[in-house]
């Protein structure tokens, strides 16, 4: 008997089902549909939520971090990783640590000297306010501090002077003119903003850092511009993309969602369950036609194929039906922006649903090999139905 014939009997078998056996099989159905849309959507979410996140991040902080030592070829780094093919601009920086005051409120914070022209070029940083020559401090630094636009704070160096009294730190009075969001945490918690000319003046000349914030025409290409920028200045230099930076955080959120893909696979374990016990029945009641077809000569293996494509089958057409409904459900809820979740934690209002091409594909071929393997005891046991005991309890 030909594959052909032994597919269709498959179908037909499934097609025709009656009374208990087709809730069964509506059951088994509906599960795995269910189970494959529920991993879906929530691989979606996840998926989303990162790449929302990484956007998010992307667009306010920098995609390469070049740290070096000092300040001697300052102005020969710039112009080399402007030159760099792929890096959309690259400006200097200089981090000092301080100490920042407010209403007896003390915290310690790097304080990024940038020249202003470079810092209007950073288009959706602030939140709040306009840059004039004070300072600019980040959103979390904001809320612990309860500092708001407009008030003063005052900064303390480290690095005072000695006096016949002893060490005396330098104290000054700065304005806030914004407040800004990154989502990193060190950028938002642990850092202000000022002028590189107001900061070297209050600060001075010493223990300062000295590097480069670097934008790319392409983001996700750091890791290769990384290579590029370590072979065009040297070893020397410390260079880190924003993937090193935020690879705790990615780490973290993939971790995630491997564990719950994994918890999600135990329904279509479930829903396989729903499967073998309905290919038990349908061996049961087609008992009559497994002897018939043995007579006419067909053999064991063809037997236990017929009732592994009736598994097959229905897991093909529930993975299926689930991917159209977790696309539905996608795009209803990219639409409507169900998923909501507070602004000022996640740094957006709503979570999106990105299908990511290998979770689908891992989904669907999960989904199947588990029906497949859901099939194997109730082919084998059809297999092995004696022909003589039909035949005689008939």
């Not at 078998?13 to 509906?30: D, E, Q, R």
């Not at 329904?267 to 038990?280: C, G, P, R």
Request: positive net charge; proline residues 3%.
């Amino acid at each position: 008997m030909s594959l052909k014939t032994i597919i269709r009997i498959s179908i037909k078998y499934v097609l025709t089902s009656k009374g208990s056996t087709l809730l069964v099989s509506l059951i088994a159905l509906l599960g795995v549909i269910l189970s494959v849309c529920a991993i879906l959507l929530t691989m979606g979410v996840f998926a989303g939520f990162q790449h929302a996140l990484k956007e998010k991040i992307l667009s306010t902080s920098p995609h390469i971090v070049v740290s070096i030592p000092s300040e001697e070829h300052l102005q020969e780094y710039e112009e080399k990783l402007n030159k760099i093919k792929g890096v959309k601009r690259a400006y200097p920086v200089v981090i000092y640590q301080g100490i920042l005051s407010k209403d007896g409120s003390l915290q310690s914070v790097s304080v990024k000297g940038m020249r202003p022209s470079d810092l209007f070029q950073k288009k959706g940083l602030l939140i709040e306010g306009t840059f004039k020559g004070g300072v600019l401090i980040g959103k979390g630094l904001a809320d612990i501090m309860g500092v708001k636009v407009g008030q003063e704070i005052t900064l303390v160096s480290p690095i005072g002077r000695t006096t016949p009294f002893g060490f005396v730190p330098k104290v000054g009075h700065f304005k806030v003119d914004g407040i800004f969001q990154t989502g990193t945490f060190d950028q938002d918690y642990l850092t202000v903003i000022m002028s590189m000319s107001s900061a070297t003046e209050f600060f001075g000349y010493k223990w300062q850092l000295y590097g480069f914030e670097v934008y790319l025409q392409d983001p996700y290409k750091a890791q290769e511009i990384k290579k590029q920028i370590e072979k065009e200045l040297g070893d020397t230099l410390i260079v880190r993309s924003w993937i090193d930076l935020n690879k705790p955080l990615f780490n973290a959120l993939q971790l995630e969602k491997v564990g719950i893909f994994f918890v999600l696979l135990l329904m279509v374990i479930v829903a396989s369950f729903n499967i073998t016990s309905l290919l038990f029945m349908k061996v049961k009641e087609k008992l009559k036609d497994i002897a018939v077809f043995r007579t006419f000569g067909m053999k064991k293996n063809q037997i236990a194929m017929v009732f592994l494509f009736q598994g097959m089958t229905l897991g093909v057409v529930g993975s299926l039906c689930g991917l159209l409904l977790s696309l539905l459900g996608g795009y209803l809820i990219n639409e409507y922006k169900l998923v909501r979740v507070p602004a000022d934690v996640y740094l957006m209002d709503h979570v999106p649903v990105f299908f990511e091409p290998s979770d689908v594909l891992i989904t669907l071929v999960g989904a199947f090999i588990l029906s497949l393997i859901a099939s194997l005891l109730p082919a084998y046991r059809a297999s092995k139905t004696s022909i003589v005991e039909i035949l005689r309890h008939e």
